[in-house]
């Protein structure tokens, strides 16, 4: 099928790219294969000196790249300006310290003993479109510097991003074949994983996805990095300084127009200040400003697809109908393109879908809880287990906070957000594997045991 660049803000069609024959993949996995030999021997330095480049390139067209971002996906422009700046950010964080976290590590035993950190091959990299360049980025930058070689299958509504991420790490002097796009629609994927010549693979995405991903991949004996789904929890207790959390709640659950895994989408709240949390968070969410995301005055863009605006309205629609509150928002905005209005829902019955299932758009959910205790059995009672938040001063709260959460990462005080310097990932059905700091980059690496006998024996 052809892949097709849809504004989601009109619904133009304004961009139609012929998928690759099968010749074609094999031709560009034959490349990624072969420039292996050559990438995997050069050094740190040379390898940094590309990726550097690549963060000079993102900064110094950060409108232009940040406009086709927005153009192809719907989020603000000012967000997409701030995502290849964190992109620009991310490769001179690995270009830097590459060095460092791949060195090798001594071990202390009878013989002289190291472990050694060396590069896999060929890593196919399945990407989402809600952060077109910042997924694919924080994953190109690490797994280059470690000497890998990189093949993506990006989003198929993000085809032009995908290409001129391509086109960045050529200019930025990456030899030809050091990383390609796969112009590829999802149904291909699967022998694409099973092609000998693909060392592992790592996918963003639906839960759905990667179990798909991590059976194919399974099949042939091939590591995969799943970062998944979330529901994450964002619990405020009395001693939270709400002038902080309430904006932060609302900045939280509509980052992206509410499509990011890492979304707060569950507000759990203690009933000491519940009533006046929903109030100003209803009023912060009610604020905002929906329109064309292009504008600079503009809080809340289109939803990525019009299937997605149909989702999230049978999502909520049935919610209420379960017997679900609704306290704002709650419908379609009519007018042309993927619009939906923000929304709050309360008092949410466990058999409402939003319950369980991720809510990817513009949709809170508020729940009302007694004590600590209460907050962290409502916090776990998910599949997910991606991010958590909690507003508190109490050191004590926050210490349990930190142990009983389960989820991949929790943060006090502030919102849950990815950094190069800090490893990413999630447990349960928000998947395996971490991407980001010093663990992401040794993800895609041959952990060597070397053992070397002293002399004399």
Not at 131 to 151: D, S, Y
Not at 251 to 256: E, F, G, I, L, Q
Request: with cysteine.
């Amino acid at each position: 099928m052809a892949l097709k660049s849809i504004n989601p803000t009109n619904g133009t069609e304004f961009a139609i790219f012929k998928e690759l024959s099968a010749a074609e993949i094999d031709g560009k996995l034959g490349l990624a294969a072969s420039t292996f030999s050559l990438w995997k021997q050069k050094t740190y330095a040379e390898r940094g000196k590309i990726i550097s480049n690549a963060a000079k390139i993102l900064l110094s067209e950060k409108d232009k790249w940040g406009e086709l971002i927005t153009l192809e996906m719907g989020k603000t422009l000012a967000s997409a300006k701030a995502e290849v700046e964190k992109c620009a950010l991310t490769c001179n964080f690995y270009a830097e310290n590459a060095s460092a976290f791949l060195s090798d590590e001594k071990i202390v035993t009878e013989t002289n003993s190291y472990v050694r950190y060396l590069p896999l091959g060929v890593i196919l990299a399945i990407m989402p479109w809600n952060f077109p360049f910042w997924q694919a980025f924080r994953f190109i930058a690490p797994t280059l510097m470690a000497g890998n070689t990189c093949v993506l299958k990006h989003a198929s509504n993000v085809p032009q991003c995908a290409l001129a991420l391509e086109e960045i790490l050529v200019r930025a002097g990456a030899p030809v074949g050091t990383f390609q796009t796969l112009l590829i629609s999802s149904d291909r994927v699967a022998p694409v994983i099973q092609d000998p010549r693909i060392a592992a693979v790592t996918l963003t995405g639906s839960e759905g996805a990667g179990a798909r991903v991590a059976s194919v991949a399974g099949t042939s004996l091939k590591k995969c990095v799943l970062e998944l789904g979330g529901n994450d929890p964002f619990i405020v207790l009395p001693s939270a300084k709400l002038d902080r959390a309430v904006p932060a709640a609302v900045k939280s659950r509509m980052m992206a127009n509410g499509q990011s895994c890492v979304c707060a989408k569950r507000f759990i709240v203690h009933s000491a200040i519940y009533d006046k949390f929903e109030r100003e968070f209803t009023k912060g969410v009610q604020a905002l400003r929906i329109g064309d995301p292009m504008l600079a005055n503009t809080d809340i863009g289109p939803l990525a697809t019009a299937d997605a605006v149909d989702t999230v309205e049978q999502q909520v629609n049935r919610s209420i109908a379960a017997g679900a509150r609704l306290v704002a928002g709650g419908k379609r905005i009519d007018q042309v393109g993927n619009f939906y209005m923000p929304t709050v829902l309360a008092d949410i019955p466990l058999s409402a879908p939003v319950y369980a299932e991720e809510v990817f758009a513009p949709v809170a959910m508020l729940f009302k809880v007694n004590s600590l205790d209460e907050a962290i059995d409502l916090a776990n009672n998910t599949p997910f287990g991606l991010g958590s938040s909690i507003w508190t001063e109490d050191a004590q709260e926050r210490d349990r906070a930190v142990t009983e959460l389960d989820a991949g990462q929790t943060f006090v005080n502030s919102i849950v957000a990815s950094d190069p310097r800090l490893p990413f990932g999630g447990i349960k059905l928000s998947g395996y594997g971490r991407e980001l700091g010093a663990l992401g980059i040794r993800e895609f690496t041959n952990i060597k045991t070397v053992s070397i006998a002293r002399d004399g024996w």
